[in-house]
């Protein structure tokens, strides 16, 4: 079993998408639940997100901006799921 989700960012928003073969999880419940109601949703196997980059899109250095992005996609979404992020 798997859920997988990955993501994508233009000049303005984050694009997130996931599946899942996990019939314990509905990825378009956790995605409402992660990214808000209004931008995420989907089935219980497939589903997705758009968030704007708001505050983040004033950063100039990529690299930087992917990284903080990144921190934050898998926080809210580890968080919906109901899982504990580790510190490495």
Do not use: C
């Not at 196997?45 to 505050?55: D, H, K, N, P, R």
């Not at 983040?56 to 990284?67: A, E, H, V, Y």
Request: net charge negative; aromatic share 6%; glycine share 12%.
């Amino acid at each position: 079993m798997f859920t997988t989700i990955v993501f994508g960012v233009s000049d303005e928003v984050i694009y997130v998408s996931g599946r899942s073969n996990d019939i314990r999880v509905n990825l378009g419940d956790i995605m409402k639940k992660a990214f808000g109601e209004g931008s995420a949703g989907g089935h219980s196997t497939s589903a997705g997100a758009q968030i704007a980059l708001g505050v983040f899109s004033g950063i100039k250095d990529r690299q930087t901006l992917l990284k903080l992005v990144d921190e934050a996609v898998v926080k809210k979404f580890l968080k919906a799921v109901g899982v504990e992020e580790v510190d490495e």
